[in-house]
Nanobody, 128 residues
Framework: QVQLVESGAGLVQAGGSLRLSCAAS????????MGWFRQVPGKEREFVAA????????HYADSVKGRFTISRDNAKNTLYLQMNSLKPEDTAVYYC?????????????????????WGQGTQVTVSS
């Protein structure tokens, strides 16, 4: 069983940077693609970024392209999201997710129920 634990929550001013981490508790980091999603109260969870197992393929939501970078370190069983040039509209609870089946594009297109593992979420607040 894979468990995902996010960290890196924080409050940052607009224009600032923050890095989120997602650690997988498993003997082997054997999932396929992984991704980041975010959710604000009253809205549906939305896709942010996804990465293939090898890291060779990445996908981003248009709203974060050029500002966010997803990466993973399979030796450390950890997924990252580097967030630069943050905007107040980036404020949300950020979740990491993993799939045994889908690679990066599949994670971008999958529904919430189609992804196998989810973290508990970490709050990012960007002040104006």
């Amino acid at each position: 069983q894979v468990q995902l634990v996010e960290s890196g929550a924080g409050l940052v001013q607009a224009g600032g940077s923050l890095r989120l981490s997602c650690a997988a508790s498993a003997r082997t980091f054997s999932t396929n693609g992984m991704g980041w999603f975010r959710q604000v109260p009253g809205k549906e969870r939305e896709f942010v970024a996804a990465i293939s197992w090898s890291g060779g393929s990445t996908h981003y939501a248009d709203s974060v392209k050029g500002r966010f970078t997803i990466s993973r370190d399979n030796a450390k069983n950890t997924l990252y999201l580097q967030m630069n040039s943050l905007k107040p509209e980036d404020t949300a609870v950020y979740y990491c997710a993993a799939s045994n089946y889908y690679s990066a594009l599949g994670i971008q297109l999958a529904t919430e129920k189609e992804l196998d593992y989810w973290g508990q979420g970490t709050q990012v607040t960007v002040s104006s």
